[in-house]
């Protein structure tokens, strides 16, 4: 195993990890909570409108810095796309992420987040 394939590796977790936490554990748990809260009438219907602004914003991120890497870089973009220690490293993220979200401090975490996003909301 080269050092490049460990900085790569490195690289991936933490996009991976960054990818779920900002884009998916949003959408997966904050868009179903909040339709949940306005069927319930605790929450005013826009409020799941300002939940979805953060991972919009992330996915623009990523897909920006994607089109960037593949119309400057193209060679560091196969390169990326080849490499089994990018590809295995956003796999570790992505499952850290997702353990740490099922986890007792992980779900405290994910609501305490959800709770300051709709704050100004609730009725």
Known sequence: MSLTSIVLFVIGAGLGLLWFSVIILPIFYGVPKSLYWIIKRK???KAIFVYLVSPMIWTTIFVGAAIL?????????????NSAGFFFGQWF???GALI???TKSG?????????SVIAKYQR
């Open 69 to 81: 890497l593949s119309k400057f870089w193209p060679t560091v973009n196969h390169y990326l796309y």
């Open 100 to 102: 740490k979200s099922i």
């Open 93 to 95: 993220g992505i499952i």
């Open 43 to 45: 929450l005013m219907a």
């Open 107 to 115: 779900r405290q975490d994910l609501r305490e987040d959800f709770l």
